[in-house]
């Protein structure tokens, strides 16, 4: 697998709901991902959103915070998706 961690992790999260996930029992689901932590990598269509900063390491950290919202975003609407919220 390649990308990034929060992305990876909610793709695998969104998945095991759709698919793996028994639902006729009820389930606890923790999702857990590297970020915001060092080292950090973010993708480029977030570090877009901060090209106003001049300091790289803010860029960096500022783009993977939004990359993790964005990540459990999508956790949350696979969750209202399928009426689980």
């Known amino acids: 697998m390649t990308g990034y961690s929060a992305p990876l ?3 695998e999260a969104i998945r095991w709901l759709k698919t793996e996930r028994d639902a006729t029992k009820p389930f606890f689901l923790t999702v857990w991902t590297h970020e915001p ?3 950090i990598k973010s993708a480029n269509e977030f570090k877009s959103l901060y090209s106003g900063l001049s300091d790289p390491v803010q860029i960096e950290h500022h783009a993977n915070v ?3 919202d964005a990540a459990f975003g999508r956790v949350t609407a696979a969750l209202d998706e399928l009426k689980l919220a």
């Open 9 to 11: 992790v909610a793709d």
């Open 37 to 39: 932590h060092y080292p």
């Open 66 to 68: 939004t990359q993790l």
